[in-house]
């Protein structure tokens, strides 16, 4: 069955660390985004993409970034881990068009030390 | 900055009862309105979807839009327990294929038994 996975499903790391989350899609979507979910804030998005080699800045975007090289994977990194990011990561695809649905990934829980 | 509220609640309804869930949003090109459930430590899954004016019913759900008031609502009928979770209202967003979606912070429901 296609799905979305996520990986690590939870990360402890330290300030100022590189980071990196993964999300890997058997659906073969061309849309993906990437979310973080936090108390009092929602889901917000980071970074999305609508086709390898493109990707495009949401609502949070600094300290993170995103790299699409193939249909499957949208990698997300953040640069120096702050305690700031501290939150749940959710990836998430759908086909083009505005009345698709998402698919949510399982999400990544970080905690930033 | 376009934006989608809602209550954050808790809403209480015993069991049985009809469960009301409301959602404004701010962006009158919006298209597209999702309501998606998230259980505590789970990522949402998509519940129901709408994009003209009127109820849309789906079992127990019903969602309805009304785009002159900027106003899409969710309805369960015959709560149960297992309702009880997180509702996610979500609107299409400002960007050039309107796939990224913007999401309320959620409106907690509890079905008492």
């Known amino acids: 069955d296609a799905e979305i996975t996520q990986s690590p499903r939870h990360k402890i790391t330290e300030t100022g660390r590189q980071v990196t989350l993964a999300c890997h899609q058997t659906?073969?979507?061309?849309?993906m985004f990437w979310y973080r979910q936090d108390l009092g804030h929602g889901l917000r998005l980071i970074h999305y993409?609508?086709?390898?080699?493109?990707?495009n800045k949401g609502e949070v975007s600094d300290g993170y970034s995103v790299s699409r090289s193939n249909t499957e994977d949208l990698p997300l990194t953040l640069e120096s881990a702050a305690s700031s990011q501290t939150s749940v990561y959710f990836c998430?695809?759908?086909?083009?068009?505005?009345?698709?649905?998402?698919?949510f990934g399982p999400g990544t829980r970080l905690t930033v030390l | 900055q376009k934006e989608v509220e809602q209550n954050s609640g808790p809403l209480s309804v015993p069991e049985g009862a009809i469960a009301s869930l409301n959602c404004t949003y701010s962006?009158?090109?919006?298209?597209?309105f999702f309501w998606y459930r998230q259980y505590s430590g789970k990522s949402p899954e998509l519940i129901m979807f709408?994009?003209?004016?009127g109820d849309k019913e789906d079992g127990r759900f019903t969602a309805q839009l009304n785009k002159a008031s900027q106003y899409v609502s969710l309805l369960i009928r015959d709560s149960q327990p297992s309702d009880s979770a997180t509702y996610l209202c979500?609107?299409?967003?400002?960007?050039?294929?309107?796939?990224?979606?913007?999401f309320g912070k959620g409106t907690t429901l509890s079905v008492s038994s």
């Open positions: 709408i994009y003209s004016n």
């Open positions: 998430a695809s759908s086909v083009g068009g505005p009345g698709n649905e998402q698919f």
């Open positions: 979500a609107v299409n967003g400002p960007n050039q294929a309107g796939t990224a979606l913007i």
């Open positions: 993409s609508y086709g390898v080699q493109d990707t």
């Open positions: 659906w073969n979507h061309n849309n």
């Open positions: 962006d009158r090109g919006s298209q597209s």
